[in-house]
T-cell receptor, first 114, second 113 residues
Framework: DTEVTQTPKHLVMGMTNKKSLKCEQH?????MYWYKQKAKKPPELMFV???????INESVPSRFSPECPNSSLLNLHLHALQPEDSALYLC?????????????FGPGTRLTVT | AQSVTQLGSHVSVSEGALVLLRCNYS??????LFWYVQYPNQGLQLLLK??????LVKGINGFEAEFKKSETSFHLTKPSAHMSDAAEYFC???????????FGSGTRLQVQP
């Protein structure tokens, strides 16, 4: 298995809802990432997990809560989002050990906050 | 901190023409550099990467890039554009200390018939 999968593909939620995004990889990668991408912009790093531990939080608002239950799974819990949080949310993973840290991306979840 | 600059937010070429997308990097240490492609409403796909060794790197879909330290550049080329190459292209540099990528602003490639 050489891919990163993300569910759901699309999500519409109200500002009072609680929802979760899911990401999964079975490539033995030990670093996983969440990015936010607005239209016509590059991806912006949100969180990095390394060996299931949160290693980077790019000052993301607490309404976004990441979780890494095991080495293959990464979740992003959403609560009380704002319309400006509407974006494409991308998950990525990278191989373990020292090296070039290339990242492999999932197809993304298109989130719309109403 | 490492960074990359992509020159030209839009590039338009005719089908069959040479594709040249420009990327310059800024890094105090030897960089690891990448090119990614993103088709509409999809994730990013790794085209190629430069780590060490050979400065001419071949990637998927007929793309290649050359690392030029003297020019701090890592431009992406393809000899003959195909309609299916129309997409957004991102250059990125690896921040080894943070194990994260820093992306350029992107270049949208249009291919005219």
């Amino acid at each position: 298995d050489t891919e990163v999968t993300q569910t759901p593909k699309h999500l519409v939620m109200g500002m009072t809802n609680k929802k979760s995004l899911k990401c999964e990889q079975h490539m033995g990668h030990r670093a996983m990432y969440w990015y936010k991408q607005k239209a016509k912009k590059p991806p912006e790093l949100m969180f990095v997990y390394s060996y299931e531990k949160l290693s980077i939080n790019e000052s993301v608002p607490s309404r976004f809560s990441p979780e890494c239950p095991n080495s293959s799974l990464l979740n992003l819990h959403l609560h009380a989002l704002q319309p400006e949080d509407s974006a494409l949310y991308l998950c990525a993973s990278s191989p373990p050990g020292q090296g070039s840290y290339e990242q492999y991306f999932g197809p993304g979840t298109r989130l719309t906050v109403t | 901190a490492q960074s990359v600059t992509q020159l030209g937010s839009h590039v338009s070429v005719s089908e069959g023409a040479l594709v040249l997308l420009r990327c310059n990097y800024s890094s105090s240490v030897p960089p690891y550099l990448f090119w990614y492609v993103q088709y509409p409403n999809q994730g990013l796909q790794l085209l190629l990467k430069y780590t060490t060794g050979a400065t001419l790197v071949k990637g998927i879909n007929g793309f290649e890039a050359e690392f030029k330290k003297s020019e701090t550049s890592f431009h992406l080329t393809k000899p003959s554009a195909h309609m299916s190459d129309a997409a957004e292209y991102f250059c990125a540099v690896s921040d080894t200390g943070r194990r994260a990528l820093t992306f350029g602003s992107g270049t949208r490639l249009q291919v005219q018939p």
